[in-house]
């Protein structure tokens, strides 16, 4: 297959470096012959996950066959490149829906398993990982793997959450979950400060099969954390009102692209603060139950097209940790109060209650709370790798809150964590390491993020 040097990033248009990309067109012609080489599916991940500067990328997009559905039992089974989008089209129709869904159906089934994703069910429900029956893996060696966790348990638990560095995901078999209908039922719950909106969070009268929460990353003071608790579960037939279309199939959404890259100005605290307001007001009105579309409930984003462009042409840097339960009011409350400080405003800040750790040795989720910021890149220093504007200064200061308080950070968002912070964080990668070092001796899966964060080859 022909190789071609083209500039890549991730969906944070930051960093942006150059990749020598493969793109196989079946199953037969994924391989690991390169010295380095690591497989991306939809470039989904925000920071350098998925990138492999002047080193090889297998792009897997196209091997993305649906082999198997078993509409009795809610089992599928695909080729690792096929989206979330590809296999919901398949699978809603017949009365089934995902176990674990993140915040785009825009991404791989192969990413799904590397990142182990996570919802906001997972207080219920778990990780995507949880609800893997099994995977192929093709190692460093060129053979081929089938691991679950029955059979290979070891490397599969490896594998999830593995951000792709013990093999390339070949196929993923995947249980699904049954639903009456397209529908989510929903109801929000106003929040006036981030005490009353773990309150809301905690509340077992209020919780509901899937719970996140919008925060407005603007506010201070007696206002600090205040935001909406947005709660719901797939309709069952009997809360669908009389007349109503019952069909599975839902109808497709219209979809807005984005057609240049915004100015810096779109995105200031001025512009935010007045959306957050005016959000806040809006969400919080809607105090009764409602029915609303799979799609704007779990994929709000995905009706605007390149919506990262709305970040303009130097990009963004998503930052998501999570503090364990026993410290994370406390913990998120800090985080808000240095970003309220900065006057660095996240144009998306998301809660949500996580719960048991899951098996994945690198996996991201603990019980406790996650917290999601999109913080834009102000100053062209930080693309031309001068110290930076400030922003990756005020993310070391959230690295340091999250680490006082038992934290860590999400690898399938990170961009500049060190290698230090990582292993603060990830207590499990000598674990890891070991698996991979049987597996890939040569560390021939690697990474951007993973040779910044020094993960793989023999170091512990």
């Known amino acids: 297959m022909a190789t071609l040097v083209i500039p890549l990033s991730g ?12 793109r196989p067109e079946r ?3 994924l391989h690991s012959e390169a010295a380095s080489v690591i497989a991306r599916g939809q470039g989904r991940s925000y920071g350098d996950a998925a990138l492999n500067e002047n080193r090889r990328v297998l792009l897997t997009g196209r091997v993305n066959r649906l082999l198997e559905f078993d509409v009795e039992k809610g089992v599928v089974r695909a080729e690792a490149g096929a989206t979330l989008a590809e296999i919901l089209e398949v699978i809603v129709p017949k009365g089934w829906f995902l176990p674990v869904t993140p915040g785009t159906k825009f991404v791989s089934l192969g990413g799904c398993v590397a990142a182990d994703v996570h919802g906001k069910n997972h207080h219920h429900d778990g990780s995507f990982g949880d609800h893997v029956l099994g995977i192929d893996l093709i190692l460093a060696d060129g ?17 999830v959450g593995g951000m792709g560095l013990t093999g390339i995901i070949g196929e993923v078999a995947l249980k699904l979950i049954p639903i009456q209908s397209p529908r989510m039922m929903v109801q929000h719950h106003a929040a006036a400060n981030l005490e009353q909106l773990f309150q809301h969070l905690q509340n077992p009268a209020l919780d509901d099969s899937y719970t996140v929460a919008w925060i407005d990353s603007l506010a201070s ?4 954390g205040r935001g909406i608790a947005m709660c719901g579960h797939h309709a069952a037939v009997q809360e669908l009102p009389a007349g109503f279309d019952h069909a599975l199939a839902a109808k497709p959404g219209r979809s807005r692209q984005v057609p240049f890259d915004f100015p810096a100005w779109v995105l200031s605290p001025l512009s935010i603060g007045a959306f957050n307001a005016l959000y806040y007001r809006r969400e919080g009105k809607k105090q009764q139950p409602f029915l609303a579309g799979y799609d704007p409930y779990f994929y709000p984003l995905d009706a605007i097209g390149q919506w990262n462009r709305l970040y303009g042409k130097r990009g963004f840097v998503q930052y998501q940790c999570v503090i364990p339960d026993n410290f994370a009011f406390d913990g998120i409350r800090a985080l808000l109060q ?13 809660l949500k209650r996580f719960g048991a750790q899951g098996r994945g040795l690198l996996s991201f989720p603990m019980a406790g709370y996650t917290l999601a910021l999109d913080l ?3 100053s062209e220093k930080l693309l031309a790798g001068h110290p930076d504007d400030g922003l990756f200064a005020l993310l070391d200061k959230l690295d340091e809150i999250v680490l006082r308080h038992g934290g860590r950070v ?15 964080m990830y207590p499990r990668y000598s674990e890891w390491l070991k698996i991979k070092n049987a597996v890939d001796p040569q560390n021939r899966f690697s990474s951007s993020l993973a040779r910044r964060l020094e993960i793989g080859g023999n170091t512990i």
Do not use: H, M
């Not at 248009?13 to 990309?21: A, D, F, I, L, W």
């Not at 053979?143 to 594998?159: D, H, K, Q, Y």
């Not at 003071?221 to 600090?224: A, H």
């Open 11 to 22: 969906w944070g248009r930051y960093p942006v470096q150059s990749c020598e990309v493969e």
């Open 27 to 29: 199953y037969a012609d």
């Open 143 to 159: 053979s081929r793997v089938t691991c679950s966790p029955a059979e290979n348990a070891e490397l599969f638990w490896a594998t």
């Open 221 to 224: 003071g007696l206002q600090l």
């Open 338 to 350: 240095e970003l309220s400080g900065s006057r660095r405003p996240s144009f998306l800040a998301v």
């Open 376 to 378: 834009p890149i102000r």
């Open 410 to 424: 999400y690898l399938a968002k990170d961009a500049r964590l060190s290698a230090e912070s990582f292993r603060a």
